[in-house]
Structure formats: structure tokens, C-alpha cells
């Protein structure tokens, strides 16, 4: 295949509730470089350069950041659920897009929002791009993604839902350019 063009440019989150990614939570779509890192375990360590800077933004990182102070309490959902015991964190589902070639590389899991997400800096008239950074983690159960949930002005929506199997560390699929 061809090399793929253009970088992530989209990423999405959703609220997993029940084992399945349920409400979105946020978008970025203003993304300048989408950084995706396989760690030694197999996951994903993901950096994502955008410049939304808004109110909505600040409120799912305070929701959704790992912080250092949690560690130890219970794993949960953004329902309440507690879907595994010995995790420290809030989980959240995300879906990213990645290129613009006949097939869009799209990447699917659940992860955790790093505690120094939302760093900016800023320089002269340059606006300010919050950084965020997530990490994959292991799926505590096997996890649904709704065929619906996939960005219908991204890609082709796949014929069925897809599942991210329990202690699945996050998925790649190649899904087609959407249809006119």
C-alpha cells in the first residue's frame, strides 16, 4: 500500500458504561500531530498536539486525568460501575483517526487520561495547544463498540460491532473512506 497521508484527525471519547462505549464525551478535531507509541506491553502511549482550548475541554480533563492521589482506590466507569478491582483510575473509550487514504487507520480502546494532560505553552501570537496524552490500559472486560459510534464523515461505518476482547490493550482496523 501507498503511503498514508494526512495525520490523526480525529480523535473521540466515549463513556463506557455496561461494558460498552455508550455517550460521547468529547471530540478533538483540531489536531496539528497525533503521536501514536507502542509500549514493550503492546499498548498504546498517545500524544495529541491540538489547539482546542476551551471551557468543555478543561471539564473532561478534570473528569477523566489520572491523578496521583487516586492511587489505590477502585477502577470505575463514568456511571459508577466497577468493572475490575485493583485499578486506579476512571477509564474512558476512544476511537482516533488516523490519514486520508483509500482506508482510514482508526485506532479503539479504552484508556486513561494522563495527569499532565492539558500542558500548554504559549509564544507570541502562536495560540495555546493543550497537549493530551493518554494511555491504554488493559480492557477489564470484554468491551463493545457500537458500529454507530465510528464517524460516518470519516469512514464507511463496519458491518458489525466491533469488540475489544478482555485485557485487550487497544485495536487497529482499517476502515474505508465514507461513500458519496
Do not use: C
Not at 52 to 73: H, N
Not at 112 to 132: A, L
Amino acid at each position: 500500500m501507498g503511503q498514508r497521508k494526512g495525520g490523526s484527525n480525529l480523535f473521540e471519547f466515549f463513556i463506557i458504561a455496561g461494558n460498552v462505549f455508550t455517550t460521547k464525551e468529547h471530540s478533538l478535531n483540531q489536531i496539528y500531530k497525533g503521536d501514536m507509541k507502542r509500549r514493550n506491553d503492546g499498548g498504546f502511549d498517545i500524544t495529541i498536539d491540538q489547539d482546542e482550548d476551551t471551557a468543555s475541554l478543561e471539564t473532561f480533563l478534570e473528569t477523566y486525568r489520572v491523578l496521583a492521589s487516586t492511587t489505590g482506590a477502585a477502577s470505575k466507569y463514568e456511571d459508577g460501575s466497577t468493572p475490575s478491582a485493583g485499578s486506579s483510575d476512571v477509564h474512558i473509550g476512544w476511537i482516533g483517526y488516523h490519514g486520508k487514504s483509500t482506508d482510514v487507520k482508526v485506532t479503539y480502546g479504552v484508556a486513561e487520561v494522563d495527569p499532565t494532560s492539558g500542558s500548554f505553552s504559549t509564544e507570541d501570537s502562536k495560540e495555546s495547544r493543550p497537549t493530551i496524552i493518554l494511555h491504554s490500559v488493559a480492557a477489564p472486560a470484554a468491551t463493545t463498540v457500537t458500529k454507530t459510534l465510528f464517524s460516518s464523515s470519516k469512514v464507511t461505518q463496519p458491518g458489525a460491532d466491533k469488540i475489544i476482547a478482555i485485557s485487550s490493550l487497544g485495536k487497529v482496523d482499517f476502515l474505508a473512506l465514507p461513500t458519496a
